[in-house]
C-alpha cells in the first residue's frame, strides 16, 4: 500500500531534551516536506527536500534540521525543543514540487 | 517569499447550495496551485489542482478558476452536501530564485448545514 508513515504519533516531551520525527514514504518521491500546523495559521512549510542529500528551509525552519540520506527517510530534528515548538507536525512526499503532496497521518508534540 | 492570504476563515451554507473560497498570491513566478481538504482529525487531501497555463478546471461539482493577472484563484463547489464539511486550503508552489516552497493559506472551515 502506498503510504507516508511517521512515527511517533503522539509525543509529549520537555524542553531542551533532543527528539526526531521520523517520517518514511514508499512511493519513490523525490520531493518531501514538513509541515507544522497551528490553529488559525495554516500548513506552514518548516523545510523540504529536493532529493537524496538536496535540503532546502520553507517558511519557519527556526529550531528545526532535517536530513534526507535516502529518498525514502526524511526525519526532522528539533536539537532543543522549547514551548513554542508544540504544533501537529505533518511530513509529505510527492513527485515533484508541483505534484500531489501525499501526508502522513501527522504527529501531535507537546513541549513542556 | 510568497504570501498567500485566504478568505473567508469561516463558511456557512445550506446543502445543494454552492461555496466560493477565494486566494491571493504574492509571487508572480507562482506555478501551481493545488486545494487540500482536511477532514476533523484527519491528513490533508488533494481535492483539485491548477497550474498556471490553466485558466480553469473541473472535477465534478468541484472547479476552480485562476487570474494570473490579479494573482488570485477560486475554489467553487456547487450542489454542497454534509460531507463537503471540513477545512480547506489553498496552496501555491512558488518558482523564484530556485526555491521550490510550497506556501498554503490559512484555511476555510466551511459547513454544509443539512
Known amino acids: 500500500e502506498a503510504q507516508v508513515t511517521q512515527n511517533p504519533r503522539y509525543l509529549i516531551t520537555v524542553t531542551g531534551k533532543k527528539l526526531t520525527v521520523t517520517c518514511s514514504q514508499n512511493?519513490?518521491?523525490?520531493?518531501m516536506s514538513w509541515y507544522r500546523q497551528d490553529p488559525g495559521l495554516g500548513l506552514r512549510q518548516i523545510y523540504y527536500s529536493m532529493n537524496v542529500e538536496v535540503t532546502d528551509k520553507g517558511d519557519v525552519p527556526e529550531g528545526y534540521k532535517v536530513s534526507r540520506k535516502e529518498k525514502r527517510n526524511f526525519p526532522l530534528i528539533l536539537e532543543s525543543p522549547s514551548p513554542n515548538q508544540t504544533s501537529l507536525y505533518f511530513c509529505a512526499s510527492s513527485f515533484g514540487s508541483a505534484n500531489e503532496q501525499f501526508f502522513g497521518p501527522g504527529t501531535r508534540l507537546t513541549v513542556l | 517569499g510568497e504570501n498567500v492570504e485566504q478568505h473567508p476563515s469561516t463558511l456557512s451554507v445550506q446543502e445543494g447550495d454552492s461555496a466560493v473560497i477565494k486566494c491571493t498570491y504574492s509571487d508572480s513566478a507562482s506555478n501551481y496551485f493545488p486545494w487540500y481538504k482536511q477532514e476533523l482529525g484527519k491528513r490533508p487531501q488533494l481535492i483539485i489542482d491548477?497550474?498556471?497555463?490553466?485558466g480553469e478546471k473541473k472535477d465534478q461539482r468541484i472547479a476552480v478558476t485562476l487570474n494570473k493577472t490579479a494573482k488570485h484563484f477560486s475554489l467553487h463547489i456547487t450542489e454542497t452536501q454534509p460531507e463537503d464539511s471540513a477545512v480547506y486550503f489553498c496552496?501555491?508552489?512558488?518558482?523564484?530564485?530556485?526555491?521550490?516552497?510550497?506556501?498554503f493559506g490559512t484555511g476555510t472551515k466551511l459547513q454544509v448545514i443539512p
Open positions: 496552496a501555491a508552489k512558488g518558482d523564484s530564485g530556485g526555491y521550490q516552497k510550497v506556501t
Open positions: 512511493m519513490n518521491h523525490e520531493y
Open positions: 491548477i497550474r498556471s497555463n490553466v
